[in-house]
């Protein structure tokens, strides 16, 4: 069922685990998704960046909210990463229920400005913001963020900038990364801390990819209730493309079926990681 990205993240924090919020492209990552929580009988989120919704336009968007509804355990449908006033209020049109209004690229006082005007704006249409401040290091689906540029969040901005923007969830810069973590994960957990102490809005982790278990479950365990994968269940895809190639003859709907199973594994292996497995009864149902 379509559900309220609010409920699932608040019910995630209320129980002590979180959702995984998997982006996807196409039908093949859309099934993968849906197909591995109803196995798992668990919450999922699928997640659109608008890098994919320039691909796929409104169609795409149908069919993650079809798949949603269709689906029996809860699933949410968030855009994520958009920088634009125009792409939000488009995907809010189109019924996306979730959305990450990210300024995290400008200065302090511009992101507070965009924030809170994105959240007035989906406010009016019953729908949740995810905000970030910091910024996070990495290069995913053409978003590069140098090292030197990434900015880890401060405990007391953050506090500020919840209150002021009227935000529904914070993704926070702790350490993480976006794409592949070049070399061991460092988190800064003490940090994480000290802004669970300063905020009362859910905490979202970007760059989940890659980062080990006790990782994940230190995370959850100081109020992260949402992670955010996208290279892994990725790379998945093009390994059996890949290995597809060469075979010519070969039926084109065996090589989607392959790539739809590659993707469940990976993101069968985050649900057990995020501990939501078997938590779908715990969710509310709202219908949308």
């Known amino acids: 069922m379509l559900s309220s990205t609010r409920e699932l993240l608040e019910t995630a924090n209320r129980n002590i685990y979180a959702i995984g919020a998997f982006n996807v492209y196409n039908l093949e990552g859309v099934r993968a998704v849906v197909e591995a929580a109803e196995k798992l009988k668990s919450p999922a989120m699928l997640q659109l960046h608008p890098s994919a919704i320039k691909y796929g336009k409104s169609p795409l968007v149908a069919l993650c909210l079809e798949a949603a509804r269709k689906a029996d355990v809860p699933i949410a449908v968030h855009l994520d990463h958009s920088t634009s006033s125009t792409d939000i209020e488009a995907a809010l049109q189109a019924g996306m229920n979730s959305i990450m209004a990210d300024g995290s690229h400008l200065p302090y006082e511009e992101n507070l400005a965009f924030t809170h005007k994105m959240t007035q704006l989906a406010h009016t249409y019953g729908a949740v913001v995810e905000a970030e401040i910091g910024r996070i290091s990495g290069t995913e689906d053409g978003l590069t963020v140098a090292e030197k540029e990434a900015k880890m969040t401060d405990p007391h901005e953050a506090a500020e900038f919840v209150r002021k923007s009227n935000v529904d969830a914070l993704a926070v810069t702790i350490g993480n990364v976006h794409g592949k973590y070049l070399?061991?994960?460092?988190?800064?957990?003490?940090?994480?801390?000290?802004?669970?102490?300063?905020?009362?809005?859910?905490?979202?982790?970007?760059?989940?990819?890659?980062?080990?278990?006790?990782?994940?479950?230190?995370?959850?365990?100081?109020?992260?209730c949402k992670f955010n994968v996208n290279t892994e269940v990725r790379e998945a895809y093009l390994d059996v493309l890949k290995s597809s190639s060469s075979l010519s003859s070969r039926d084109l709907l065996d090589v989607m079926q392959n790539a739809i199973a590659a993707m469940q594994t990976v993101v069968s292996e985050k649900l057990a990681l995020f501990g939501s497995i078997s938590k779908a009864h715990l969710h509310q149902v709202q219908f949308y």
């Open 183 to 224: 070399s061991e994960p460092k988190l800064d957990f003490k940090r994480l801390a000290a802004i669970r102490k300063s905020v009362d809005v859910p905490l979202v982790l970007h760059g989940a990819s890659g980062l080990p278990e006790i990782m994940i479950s230190q995370s959850i365990q100081l109020g992260v």
